[in-house]
C-alpha cells in the first residue's frame, strides 16, 4: 500500500510542478502591497504626498507595479456616494489616479466621465426617494381611515409603517443603484486599461 500524503505534502508538490515565479511575477507580487499601502495612507491623510512617494520608485523598473498598487486602492474607494464622507473620499481617489496615471489625457475622459455619472445618480436618487415617498405617503392616507378604525396601539401602527416603509424604499434605491454601479465598474475597467 502507498503512503499517505499529507495536505501539505501535496500542496508542496503541487507548488514545485507549478515552478517558481519569475524575476518579474515576484517583483509584482512584492510591489502591490506597497502600493496598496501608499493609496490607503493618502486616502486617509490630505497631507500625504503620493506623487514624492511614487517618485522614489522612478527608474527602478518597479513604478509600474507600485502605481497598479495603489489603483487597485483608488478604484476601489470611486462608489456610489451615500453621504458627504463618501464623495469626500471619492474627490480624493480621482485625485490620486491623476497622480497614479501617466496617460493623462484619456484618463481625464473617463474621469469626466465618472464625474457626471456620480452626479447623475445623486440626482436620481433624490428624485427616485421623493417620488417613492409621496407615493408612499397617498397610500398612507388612503390606508388612514381604516387604521383609525383598528383599535391598536399607535406607536406600533407607525413602528411597522415606518418598517414597510424602509423596506420598500430599499428594494427601490437597490434597482437605481444596479444600474449606476454596472455603468461605474465599466468605467473603472476601463481606468485599469489605461497606462
Known amino acids: 500500500m502507498g503512503e499517505k500524503k499529507s495536505a501539505w505534502e501535496r500542496a ?3 507548488v514545485e510542478k507549478l515552478g517558481k515565479l519569475t524575476e ?13 499601502k501608499l493609496a490607503a495612507r493618502y486616502l486617509q491623510d490630505t497631507n500625504y504626498n503620493l506623487d514624492g512617494e511614487l517618485t522614489k520608485y522612478k527608474g527602478t523598473g518597479l513604478r509600474k507595479y507600485v502605481a497598479q ?14 453621504n458627504e464622507h463618501d464623495k469626500e473620499m471619492i474627490k480624493r481617489a480621482i485625485a490620486g489616479l491623476r497622480i497614479v496615471k501617466e496617460n493623462r489625457n484619456q484618463l481625464a475622459t473617463v474621469l469626466d466621465r465618472i464625474t457626471n455619472l456620480i452626479n447623475y445618480y445623486e440626482q436620481a436618487h433624490q428624485q427616485t426617494y421623493t417620488q417613492f415617498k409621496k407615493g408612499f405617503e397617498a397610500r398612507l ?48 475597467q476601463h481606468i485599469q486599461k489605461i497606462a
Open 24 to 36: 518579474e511575477e515576484s517583483r509584482q507580487l512584492e510591489c502591490i502591497p506597497v502600493g496598496n
Open 69 to 82: 498598487g495603489a489603483q487597485e486602492i483608488l478604484l476601489h474607494n470611486i462608489i456610489l456616494p451615500q
Open 141 to 188: 392616507k388612503e390606508a388612514g381611515q381604516a387604521l383609525q378604525k383598528q383599535a391598536g396601539n399607535p406607536a406600533a401602527i407607525e413602528a411597522q409603517l415606518q418598517s414597510q416603509f424602509q423596506s420598500e424604499w430599499l428594494a427601490v434605491s437597490s434597482q437605481l443603484n444596479a444600474q449606476y454601479e454596472k455603468a461605474l465598474e465599466e468605467h473603472k
Open 12 to 14: 508542496q508538490e503541487k
